[in-house]
């Protein structure tokens, strides 16, 4: 099995250009269903999530092209099965995002249950009962999720709780139902903003997006567009913390600041100097050590629980002491053990960290539970002193583009091994 291995100590310095969100373009992929001709999508990652869903597009009959570097089509017209096995769904969860998008453009989708995940139960009763406001029949039988309508009918939903899965799901099942439906207590992602954007250009009636309601009219059909996938701020924010822990310059290309204020105002508040514009971010440590910072992760626009792991891998090596609460998802602190055997200070009381930075961590071999917890174990081991192996990486190729590469850009001794 590959692992990585990082030798710590080096400040990050240089330029990096972040990739397509994986968040968004997930959704986007399944929407491209909606379609009725080939779809090309631009700044398209290159992920293993990505390459799964393209399998799955695939499996229902769809054709998916390699149009050059960062370039998706899918011709959705040749679709034959609205049924989504459990071999593919197991393996991602967002697969489960094209229920609605099936189950609005041919009136009936089967999608397998995705089951456990690591970093908490994640169930998907929010995706059913969204789908059942806008009339459609659905019963869980098997393992799979079978829903049904003749056509699907406009109406108000409220979520009970902010879900960005329900949220898109519902938004695509919208696009092509009798009237008009508004979404409250929508998430406000902008990996929601995109995939509107997206829907919008092929003809959906959207608006809102962005805000806690949606109102969408629903329209006969959608035709095929061409869509750029919007900048990953995960990625974008976990080099920023990359650049913060080694006291290093960074520029960021690609990217986009202005969905990313929660995380430019911690590391502000960690010490950093920012300067951003449209698509450019540098940050600048000058060699300083960061302050703690306390985070409570909540719904967009609060600070992401896909980038906790990373700054608890900052306040490790911080000046103080900080609390970190994760409101999201139970079961998400999976990297503090691994954090310790690099020498780290944390304590857990249920949903809460405390985590006391110390003066430096020294290299172990860890252990990769999951996507954001692997990141944050290079970027513990970027300043580690001695080697820092993490095992488990595949983890990490769901949803991180080249990461040793753009590291190495930096200056990082990081390689890949096995
Ligand atoms: C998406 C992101 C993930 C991110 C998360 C929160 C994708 C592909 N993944 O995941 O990276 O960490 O948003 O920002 O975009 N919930 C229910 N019932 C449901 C659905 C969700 O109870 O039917 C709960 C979840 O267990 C969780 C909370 O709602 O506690 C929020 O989850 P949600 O926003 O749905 O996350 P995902 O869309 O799965």
Same mark, same amino acid.
């Given at each position: 099995?590959?692992?990585?291995?990082?030798?710590?100590?080096?400040?990050?310095?240089?330029?990096?250009?972040?990739?397509?969100?994986?968040?968004?373009?997930?959704?986007?992929?399944?929407?491209?269903?909606?379609?009725?001709?080939?779809?090309?999508?631009?700044?398209?990652?290159?992920?293993?999530?990505?390459?799964?869903?393209?399998?799955?597009?695939?499996?229902?009959?769809?054709?998916?092209?390699?149009?050059?570097?960062?370039?998706?089509?899918?011709?959705?017209?040749?679709?034959?099965?609205?049924?989504?096995?459990?071999?593919?769904?197991?393996?991602?969860?967002?697969?489960?995002?094209?229920?609605?998008?099936?189950?609005? %453009?041919?009136?009936?989708?089967?999608?397998?249950?995705?089951?456990?995940?690591?970093?908490?139960?994640?169930?998907?009763?929010?995706?059913?009962?969204?789908?059942?406001?806008?009339? /459609?029949?659905?019963?869980?039988?098997?393992?799979?999720?079978?829903?049904? /309508?003749?056509?699907? %009918?406009?109406?108000?939903?409220?979520?009970?709780?902010?879900?960005?899965?329900?949220?898109?799901?519902?938004?695509?099942?919208?696009?092509?139902?009798?009237? %008009?439906?508004?979404? *409250?207590? /929508?998430?406000?992602?902008?990996? +929601?903003?995109?995939?509107?954007?997206?829907?919008?250009?092929?003809?959906?009636?959207?608006?809102?997006?962005?805000?806690?309601?949606?109102?969408?009219?629903?329209?006969?059909?959608?035709?095929?567009?061409?869509?750029?996938?919007?900048?990953?701020?995960?990625? /974008?924010?976990?080099?920023?913390?990359?650049?913060?822990?080694?006291?290093?310059?960074?520029?960021?290309?690609?990217?986009?600041?202005?969905?990313?204020?929660?995380?430019?105002?911690?590391?502000?508040?960690?010490?950093?100097?920012?300067?951003?514009?449209?698509? %450019?971010?540098?940050?600048?440590?000058?060699?300083?050590?960061?302050?703690?910072?306390?985070?409570?992760?909540?719904?967009?626009?609060?600070?992401?629980?896909?980038?906790?792991?990373?700054?608890?891998?900052?306040?490790?090596?911080?000046?103080?002491?900080?609390?970190?609460? *994760?409101?999201?998802?139970?079961?998400?602190?999976?990297?503090?053990?691994?954090?310790?055997?690099?020498?780290?200070?944390?304590? +857990?009381?249920?949903?809460?960290?405390?985590?006391?930075?110390?003066?430096?961590?020294?290299?172990?071999?860890?252990?990769?539970?999951?996507?954001?917890?692997?990141?944050?174990?290079?970027?513990?081991?970027?300043?580690? *002193?001695?080697?820092?192996?993490?095992?488990?990486?595949?983890?990490?190729?769901?949803?991180?583009?080249?990461?040793?590469?753009?590291?190495?850009?930096?200056?990082?001794?990081?390689?890949?091994?096995?």
């Amino acid at each position: 099995m590959q692992k990585i291995v990082v030798e710590g100590g080096r400040p990050l310095n240089g330029e990096v250009r972040i990739s397509g969100a994986k968040n968004a373009v997930l959704p986007i992929l399944c929407a491209t269903l909606l379609a009725d001709g080939p779809m090309t999508l631009r700044n398209v990652p290159h992920l293993h999530d990505v390459h799964t869903t393209a399998r799955l597009l695939a499996e229902l009959g769809a054709r998916v092209g390699d149009g050059g570097p960062g370039v998706v089509t899918v011709d959705p017209t040749s679709v034959h099965s609205q049924v989504a096995p459990y071999e593919l769904v197991k393996t991602m969860r967002a697969s489960v995002l094209v229920l609605g998008p099936l189950l609005a %453009r041919y009136g009936h989708a089967e999608v397998s249950l995705p089951g456990g995940c690591a970093i908490g139960s994640r169930p998907v009763d929010l995706h059913i009962k969204g789908l059942q406001s806008l009339g /459609a029949q659905i019963s869980v039988e098997n393992g799979f999720i079978k829903a049904r /309508a003749e056509r699907l %009918r406009g109406a108000r939903h409220v979520f009970d709780i902010v879900s960005v899965g329900a949220t898109e799901n519902v938004l695509m099942a919208a696009v092509l139902a009798e009237g %008009r439906t508004v979404l *409250e207590n /929508a998430a406000m992602e902008p990996e +929601i903003v995109d995939l509107a954007e997206c829907l919008i250009a092929m003809g959906a009636n959207i608006s809102g997006a962005g805000t806690g309601r949606i109102v969408v009219e629903g329209v006969e059909k959608l035709r095929a567009c061409e869509h750029s996938v919007v900048a990953d701020r995960i990625e /974008a924010g976990t080099f920023l913390v990359a650049a913060a822990m080694t006291g290093g310059r960074v520029t960021l290309t690609h990217a986009r600041p202005d969905t990313m204020d929660a995380v430019l105002d911690k590391l502000k508040e960690a010490g950093a100097e920012l300067d951003c514009d449209d698509d %450019r971010i540098t940050i600048d440590m000058q060699g300083r050590r960061p302050k703690s910072v306390d985070i409570t992760t909540m719904p967009h626009p609060g600070f992401p629980t896909d980038m906790q792991a990373q700054f608890m891998a900052l306040n490790c090596v911080a000046d103080g002491v900080a609390v970190m609460n *994760e409101t999201i998802f139970e079961n998400r602190f999976m990297h503090v053990n691994e954090l310790l055997r690099l020498g780290a200070d944390i304590r +857990i009381d249920g949903h809460t960290a405390v985590v006391r930075g110390v003066p430096r961590l020294s290299g172990a071999p860890v252990m990769a539970t999951d996507l954001r917890a692997s990141a944050s174990l290079i970027l513990a081991g970027l300043v580690a *002193e001695g080697t820092t192996t993490i095992d488990r990486i595949y983890h990490l190729d769901r949803g991180y583009e080249n990461i040793e590469q753009k590291l190495s850009g930096l200056g990082a001794r990081i390689s890949r091994i096995g």
